[in-house]
T-cell receptor, first 114, second 115 residues
């Protein structure tokens, strides 16, 4: 089945530790995105990548880092510099060509930092 | 700058009632796309519909219908004869080519359908 996988579903970390969230897609999509969702709020864009080895900051990139070494993978690292990392993180992908810009989302990772 | 406003934070209805979720957008572009996504309790957003700015035809898909009005910059979503399974958070989103591949999401409307 084609889709986006995120692992793990739940993640617990101690304050001061870096943590990497996994995102893999087998949809052959060029673009991938990371969003953060806080309770009762909408999605805020952290980083996005339109092609391999290239990515751009979104609206709330501070304290996060990403890499795009392969088309199908776009891992997100939440660094110790992120002041409030506890949140629900969603990865998405989309086709860039043509008009089919809808995004396909993974199941999300709920990160809790104590 | 572009913006999407979903003024209804939470809506609660009883099963079989019709419900309309409002979405108002702002953009200076003439070419843009509007989307609706559903986020059930499991967390994964599911794409529902895409509409481009040149197509103002309303669309119906089963119990779902969408009303796009450029004159009022609105793209409202109606669920007819709501069911408990419709309970979710619904997001409206706006995309245009000049925004470097980024979509702008509204804050979402939480719909609760009670049996």
């Amino acid at each position: 089945d084609g889709g986006i996988t995120q692992s793990p579903k739940y993640l617990f970390r101690k304050e001061g530790q870096n943590v990497t969230l996994s995102c893999e897609q087998n949809l052959n999509h060029d673009a991938m995105y990371w969003y953060r969702q806080d309770p009762g709020q909408g999605l805020r864009l952290i980083y996005y990548s339109q092609i391999v080895n290239d990515f751009q900051k979104g609206d709330i990139a501070e304290g996060y880092s990403v890499s795009r070494e392969k088309k199908e993978s776009f891992p997100l690292t939440v660094t110790s510099a992120q002041k409030n990392p506890t949140a629900f993180y969603l990865c998405a992908s989309s086709i860039l060509a043509g008009s089919a810009y809808e995004q396909y989302f993974g199941p999300g990772t709920r990160l809790t930092v104590t | 700058a572009q913006k999407v406003t979903q003024a209804q934070t939470e809506i609660s209805v009883v099963e079989k009632e019709d419900v309309t979720l409002d979405c108002v957008y702002e953009t200076r572009d003439t070419t843009y796309y509007l989307f609706w996504y559903k986020q059930p309790p499991s967390g994964e957003l599911v794409f529902l519909i895409r509409r481009n700015s040149f197509d103002e035809q309303n669309e119906i898909s089963g119990r779902y219908s969408w009303n796009f009005q450029k004159s009022t910059s609105s793209f409202n979503f109606t669920i007819t004869a709501s069911q408990v399974v419709d309970s979710a958070v619904y997001f409206c989103a706006l995309f245009n080519n000049t925004n470097a591949g980024k979509s702008t999401f509204g804050d979402g409307t939480t719909l609760t359908v009670k049996p």
